[in-house]
């Protein structure tokens, strides 16, 4: 079993920045490739970022690309979204989620372990 658990989130303007963290806990950290997924109300969950075992492979949504970054601190058992220039539409709560796999994904259903989110609302 893996338990994620988000802080950071908040309001924040846009043209501004947030950085999301999820801590894991219950199983080896580094055998898992994790994601960043959100969901805006009335919308289906998607695919933000997502970054391998060992950081080394990273993947974006188009609609983030060059605006947010993923990483992993594998020794704090954390995984970070660095969300710069955020928009509007960027408001949804946001997911982390690990997957017990050395590959990345962008498909929801691959994940096995999800946190409870935090809320990012960007004003205008």
């Known amino acids: 079993q893996v338990q994620l658990v988000e802080s950071g989130g908040g309001l924040v303007q846009a043209g501004g920045s947030l950085r999301l963290s999820c801590a894991a806990s219950g199983r080896t950290f580094g055998s898992l490739s994790m994601g960043w997924f959100r969901q805006a109300p009335g919308k289906e969950r998607e695919f933000v970022a997502a970054?391998?075992?060992?950081?080394?492979?990273?993947d974006y949504a188009d609609s983030v690309k060059g605006r947010f970054t993923i990483s992993r601190d594998n020794a704090k058992n954390t995984v970070y979204l660095q969300m710069n220039s955020l928009k509007p539409e960027d408001t949804a709560v946001y997911y982390c989620a690990a997957a017990q796999s050395t590959w990345l994904y962008s498909q929801s259903y691959h994940y096995d372990y999800w946190g409870q989110g935090t809320q990012v609302t960007v004003s205008s």
């Open positions: 970054i391998s075992w060992s950081g080394g492979t990273t």
